[in-house]
C-alpha cells in the first residue's frame, strides 16, 4: 500500500509561481514514475508530467516551458516547479505514483486557482 500526501497549493495572480510537493511511503520500490494530474471544474482528469526514477521526464503541451518536474529519490518525494501561471491552470493537482504491484496510486489533491 502506497500513500501520497501533497502540498503548496493556494491562490496565486496569473503570471505567478508555485511549488506543489508530494510526499509518498508505504510500500515504494525502487523502479516507479511519479507525476502529476489536474482536473478543473466540469472537465476531465488531465495528465500534466510524470518522471521517472532516472529522471526523464514528460509533460504536456499546455505546460511546456512553464512547469518543472523534479524529484528526489532518497525521499521518495515529487515536485512541481510552476511559473507564468495562468487562470486556465486553475484546477485541483493530484499526485500519483505508478509501479508494479502495486498499480497507480492516487493522493488526495491540491487546490491552486490562479486569478486574473
Known amino acids: 500500500q502506497v500513500q501520497l500526501v501533497e502540498s503548496g497549493g493556494g491562490l496565486v495572480q496569473a503570471g505567478g509561481s508555485l511549488r506543489l510537493s508530494c510526499a509518498a511511503s508505504?510500500?515504494?520500490?525502487?523502479?516507479?514514475?511519479m507525476g502529476w494530474y489536474r482536473q478543473a471544474p466540469g472537465k476531465q482528469r488531465e495528465l500534466v508530467a510524470t518522471?521517472?526514477?532516472?529522471?526523464?521526464?514528460n509533460y504536456a503541451d499546455s505546460v511546456k516551458g512553464r512547469f518543472t518536474i523534479s524529484r528526489d529519490n532518497a525521499k521518495n518525494t515529487v515536485y512541481l516547479e510552476m511559473n507564468s501561471l495562468k487562470p486556465e491552470d486553475t484546477a485541483v493537482y493530484y499526485c500519483?505514483?505508478?509501479?508494479?504491484?502495486?498499480?497507480?496510486?492516487w493522493g488526495q489533491g491540491t487546490q491552486v486557482t490562479v486569478s486574473s
Open positions: 508505504g510500500s515504494i520500490f525502487s523502479i516507479n514514475v
Open positions: 518522471v521517472t526514477q532516472g529522471g526523464s521526464t
Open positions: 500519483t505514483l505508478n509501479q508494479r504491484f502495486t498499480g497507480v496510486s
